[in-house]
């Protein structure tokens, strides 16, 4: 008989980001669970149950996403318990130490089920923890109370012991790369119109980002660098966010406004093809969880420009997989782009190589889904 796993996430499909990407993926290769969810509903379209992949979806709320946030953080634990005496749970799963965070720790107060924390947390650590000032001994509690913790970079894994997490089961297990749909192929002539469509001329350098707009990515950066670089350097912007008007307007104070084109957030479907139009793939993040984009571009064959921050370094090696610029430095960033346009296409081939390397032996969703089921394992044996 199947055992029965309950997730508590601040948000999921259809609202998703890399986190709620990574649960799906996961959730869908392991058929040995069962999984019931309670997110937030943040639209009153949607139903409250519905069963999406392998995972049956209890939303709660009223439709409005900050009233339905703090309504999952309130009294999330409530509908999970009642859950809990239909289903028997024998291991709760919070993706995050967020809004979710505080229903897990509320449920295992309560029932004492066993406890698997996530931390997929990409904002800044310092942060996080003005956020939650107010309830600082609650957070805190999220992870002194975690019987297990899965951390998606070494840097998040360091926080959350840090935080007091002293369960006994405790792994870095990354998020992973649909390999399949960035290395897919794409003839000459869809490239060439994909390229035409930015407005620029047909010889030009072309970097790419897929970032969200906010001050962590550090998008503003690129665009300080541009005036630096040959006229012949692009940028091409897919994700929105709250900086939208302002680095529009910084492309027009610098007179770059002409080689910058903000295509807004592209589709699964679309992204693959924009990553493979472009010659180098740019994001001076100033803080990052891990950074799936990073993997994606490096699976596309892109020379992909990083940091030296947060998960960055578990997969990015100067000169080896990628390479690396200066948090918030311009300079930097033009000097790393020179470097990579002087690279041979028996060099830009070696970096590719090595990259897939990496995320063949560590990236892969079948891999990480195994050892995602170890931990559940691990975890349900003590309950």
């Not at 107060?109 to 003005?130: A, M, R, S």
């Not at 906010?214 to 040959?230: F, G, H, R, Y």
């Not at 406004?257 to 589709?267: A, E, I, K, P, Y």
């Amino acid at each position: 008989m199947k055992k029965n796993i309950l997730i508590f996430s601040t948000a999921y499909v259809p609202f998703v980001g890399g986190a709620e990407v990574a649960m799906k993926e996961i959730t869908d290769r392991i058929d040995e669970y069962n999984f019931v969810m309670v997110t937030a509903k943040m639209d009153k379209k949607l139903p409250k149950k519905e069963q999406i992949g392998n995972i049956t979806v209890h939303r709660i709320g009223v439709g409005i996403p900050m009233v339905d946030k703090l309504c999952l953080a309130l009294f999330g634990h409530i509908k999970g318990i009642a859950l809990h005496k239909k289903h028997n749970f024998s291991c709760v799963w919070s993706l995050m130490a967020s809004y979710c965070g505080f229903s897990a720790r509320k449920f295992k107060k309560k029932t004492n089920v066993p406890f698997l924390l996530t931390l997929q947390e990409g904002d800044p650590i310092d942060y996080i923890l003005h956020k939650v000032r107010f309830v600082k001994k609650q957070f805190k509690e999220i992870f002194l109370l975690a019987d297990g913790l899965q951390a998606i970079s070494t840097y998040l894994f360091d926080w959350g012991k840090d935080m007091g997490f002293v369960g006994g089961v405790a792994e870095v297990v990354p998020n992973g790369v649909d390999v399949a749909r960035f290395t897919k192929k794409y003839t000459d002539e869809e490239l060439v119109a994909v390229r035409k469509s930015f407005g620029f001329s047909d010889d030009v350098f072309l970097l790419v980002t897929a970032s969200r707009l906010v001050i962590k990515n550090d998008v503003e950066s690129v665009i300080k660098a541009l005036p630096l670089l040959a006229k012949d350097v692009c940028f091409v912007i897919c994700g929105t966010g709250d900086l939208d008007e302002r680095l529009a307007g910084l492309a027009k104070e610098l007179g770059v406004f002409d080689r910058v084109t903000f295509l807004g957030n592209q589709s699964h479907e679309e992204l693959p093809k924009i990553l493979h139009a472009s010659d180098a793939f740019v994001r001076p993040s100033i803080t990052e969880g891990l950074g799936n984009a990073f993997l994606e571009a490096m699976a596309v064959g892109l020379p992909t420009i990083g940091t030296r921050v947060g998960g960055i370094p578990d997969f990015l090696e100067d000169g080896k997989t990628g390479f690396f610029c200066e948090v918030q430095n311009p300079k930097s960033i033009v000097d790393t782009i020179v470097r990579i346009q002087h690279l041979s296409a028996e060099e830009k081939k070696h970096i590719h190589n090595n990259a897939m390397e990496v995320i063949a032996e560590r990236y892969n969703w079948e891999y990480i889904s195994g050892r995602m089921k170890h931990i559940f394992t691990s975890l349900c044996a003590s309950s």
